[in-house]
């Protein structure tokens, strides 16, 4: 399966699209650098969840640092044709750190496991294949 994606102009991040338990959409940078899914804790509060609900505080290393980031298991989502269901992603509050974005978070690599992937860039097109 084929899906376009949208560049930035400054740096090339890839956007993509997620949907979080079937009813909020979210912009995501698409990070084959990043381990683990992130999302903003904004964004995760505005689609229902209570922050109080993390399952788990791990600490990740960032640009700035190590940090704190909670752990939540979300019941579903979707992105560039992958499905994940009781998912546990990593929540950490952007604006709280200072970071002023148009998207809400990044999808790392543990999203991408079990799938063989082709990022285009030429086409802006990413080739999803389940192994």
């Avoid at 912009?27 to 904004?42: A, E, H, K, Q």
């Amino acid at each position: 399966m084929k899906f376009s994606f949208e560049r930035m102009v400054d740096g090339g991040l890839i956007i993509v699209g997620l949907t979080l338990d079937k009813k909020s959409k979210l912009r995501m940078i698409l990070d084959t650098g990043c381990s683990n899914t992130t999302i903003d804790s904004n964004a995760l509060y505005l689609s229902g969840y209570e922050l109080k609900d993390a399952v788990e505080i791990v600490e990740i290393e960032t640009a700035n640092g190590i940090v704190e980031s909670e752990v939540f298991e979300v019941n579903q989502i979707k992105s560039i044709g992958i499905l994940k269901s009781k998912f546990k992603i990593q929540v950490y509050d952007f604006l709280a750190h200072c970071i002023f974005s148009n998207y809400d978070g990044l999808i790392g690599l543990d999203f991408l496991e079990g799938t063989k992937f082709c990022i285009d860039t030429n086409l802006n097109e990413i080739t999803i294949t389940a192994k």
